[in-house]
């Protein structure tokens, strides 16, 4: 006889709006050299290869999770191992917070620039459909014109 599981419960979702210094309401452009991460108060552990994982092109090409968990998680569990004592989850949730904050940031620019971009798409093709027509009309005018002169 199987006894039954109830599958685990999902996080809630992290409410962004205002309450962190990284929501996407309170950061500055993404062309802003300077790091949302790098502005973070509380981050004791400021790494630059966690200010360069965080950004849009790490996630563009042949992207890994291991590799990003990596990045962001490798000093401090080398840090972790090194100190004796029970284990202190302050420095990751020190580092894992705040990079959650900037890939929903991430993640908000993606969506815009998809919605920019599916726009642009649809305006090209009702473009392309319009000259499609364009061209049909003209070659019409042209058949009829051969086959009129060829035609008397």
Not at 25 to 50: K, V
Not at 68 to 85: M, V
């Amino acid at each position: 006889m199987s006894v039954p599981t109830t599958p685990p419960r999902r996080p809630a979702k992290r409410n962004t709006s205002g309450l962190h210094p990284l929501s996407p309401t309170n950061q500055a452009s993404s062309s802003t050299s300077t790091s949302a991460l790098s502005r973070h108060p509380s981050l004791t552990h400021h790494d630059p290869a966690i200010d360069r994982a965080l950004q849009l092109s790490t996630f563009e090409n042949n992207y890994s999770t291991e590799d990003f968990i990596s990045t962001l998680s490798d000093k401090l569990i080398q840090e972790s191992k090194s100190n004796p004592g029970p284990f202190d989850p302050k420095p990751f949730l020190s580092t894992f917070s705040p990079a959650l904050d900037q890939l929903l940031g991430l993640r908000s620019q993606v969506a815009e620039r998809t919605k920019k971009m599916e726009t642009e798409v649809r305006r090209a093709e009702r473009e392309y459909g319009r000259r499609l027509r364009e061209l049909d009309g003209g070659f019409e005018v042209c058949c009829s014109a051969v086959l009129g002169y060829f035609g008397d």
